[in-house]
């Protein structure tokens, strides 16, 4: 049944829109590809994409519930974005590198090669 069926978008929701705003956009320089007029927003990931939206009646907050897992080809340049944004992470290292970090609201961004 959804063998046909790909993930397009992923969705937070915040308690803080601006907060959000200012992490993804400016400390991990995303490109916000669409903006809705009450201050929802969509993120540009590639082949899918991150929307951010207000808690509210229909979108209950459930902060840190999810991860997402970027593939990176090189985490001495995102550690180096993460440390001169003062952005707090953890650098894993073992049979596979990672680097992980927390948006405003709690969810996990993992980077790995």
């Given at each position: 049944m959804?063998?046909?069926?790909k993930?397009?978008?992923?969705?937070?929701?915040?308690?803080?829109l601006?907060?959000?705003?200012?992490?993804?956009?400016?400390?991990?320089s995303?490109?916000?590809?669409?903006?809705?007029?009450?201050?929802?927003?969509?993120?540009?990931?590639?082949?899918?994409?991150?929307?951010i939206?207000?808690e509210?009646?229909?979108?209950?907050?459930?902060?840190?519930?999810?991860?997402?897992?970027?593939?990176?080809?090189?985490?001495?340049?995102?550690?180096?974005?993460?440390?001169?944004?003062?952005?707090?992470?953890?650098?894993i290292?073992?049979?596979?590198?990672?680097?992980?970090?927390?948006?405003?609201?709690?969810?996990?961004?993992?980077?790995?090669?």
């Amino acid at each position: 049944m959804l063998g046909a069926a790909k993930i397009k978008t992923i969705t937070f929701v915040t308690k803080d829109l601006a907060r959000s705003r200012d992490f993804y956009v400016n400390r991990l320089s995303c490109r916000i590809a669409e903006e809705a007029p009450e201050g929802d927003f969509m993120i540009d990931l590639g082949a899918l994409q991150l929307s951010i939206v207000s808690e509210s009646e229909h979108h209950p907050y459930r902060g840190g519930g999810a991860f997402l897992f970027f593939e990176a080809s090189k985490l001495d340049e995102i550690e180096t974005v993460l440390k001169e944004q003062g952005t707090p992470y953890k650098r894993i290292t073992g049979r596979r590198d990672f680097i992980t970090t927390h948006d405003p609201d709690g969810y996990e961004l993992l980077f790995g090669v």
